[in-house]
């Protein structure tokens, strides 16, 4: 097992999903940072366009995804000549499982002359300055929290609040291929309502239904880092806000709403 998926030799659109995939909730789905980044692969490779980068992607989670073989399929959805709509689908032998949107950009060329004042700043202490590994909140041997190397800089898995986290892949998400900076940040990105929880794990839900990112800068680097906060209510309803990083600096923004309820 050498990746998050496999690609099927005889269908472009159609990936195996491996044990790597498996979330915290069920034995049985998969965490949704290894097919956000899935979908993220096959939208960068829908059409491509020189000089063009994907500046937002939202992904609208419909149900649980199955450890099961899956089809994506992505297009152009309203064509422009400096920015463009384009939708993807993934897909179980079931039905629609993901579906994204992403709107893609013409990057200015030659950049833009920006006093450096208006430009966003920042940094978080890198990844090499934590050596202890926190326990994710799994009984299960192989999954998603197997497949990521992470380290946090404040707070953990299961202490509630606020965290700042660095995540890195360690395996592609497909089989064969480099992850792009996109993909390892859309399954990254998933994981904001996990490290910043404020609910106990063993009492509540805390599922998202979405995953939206938006990116200012493509990041550099195979780290990610996620700045995140959870905002409950007793409404059931929530939402996780993280701010991303790498290690140069601010890359963006990652927003989850969130389905509450006792287990």
């Keep these: 097992m050498d990746a998050f998926y496999l690609p099927d030799p005889a269908d472009p659109n159609r990936f195996e999903s491996t044990e790597l995939t ?12 290894p097919p956000s980044a899935l979908l993220a692969h096959v939208l960068e490779r829908c059409e491509p366009r020189e000089g063009f980068r994907i500046g937002r992607l ?3 989670i419909l149900g649980p995804v199955p450890i099961a073989p899956l089809t994506a399929e992505a297009r152009v959805l309203r064509p422009g000549r400096n920015v463009e709509l384009l939708t993807a689908t993934l897909s179980s032998d079931r039905g629609p ?4 949107h992403a709107w893609r950009l013409r990057a200015a060329d030659p950049e833009l002359d920006l006093p450096a004042d208006v430009l966003p700043a920042g940094a978080r202490p890198g990844p090499e300055t934590v050596t202890e590994r926190t326990p994710f909140p799994s009984d299960q041997p192989i999954g998603f929290h197997t497949g990521i190397d992470y380290r946090f800089v404040a707070g ?36 904001g309502n996990g490290i910043s929880s404020v609910l106990d794990w063993d009492r509540y839900l805390f599922i998202n239904t979405d995953l939206t990112v938006t990116l200012h800068r493509e990041p550099a680097g195979e780290w990610v880092c996620l700045d995140a906060a959870t905002y409950p209510e007793r409404t059931g309803i929530g939402l996780a806000e993280s701010r991303l990083f790498d290690e140069k600096g601010p890359i963006g923004r990652g927003t989850q709403t969130l389905y509450l309820a006792p287990r």
């Design 97 to 100: 499982v993901l579906t994204a």
């Design 156 to 191: 953990s898995f299961r202490e509630a609040g606020p965290a700042v986290c660095w995540i890195r892949l360690r395996y592609p998400i497909v089989g064969g291929t480099v992850p792009s900076p996109l993909e390892r940040t859309l399954a990254a990105a998933d994981s």
């Design 58 to 60: 939202a992904v609208e």
């Design 22 to 33: 498996r979330g915290p909730w069920s034995p049985d789905a998969q965490h949704a940072g």
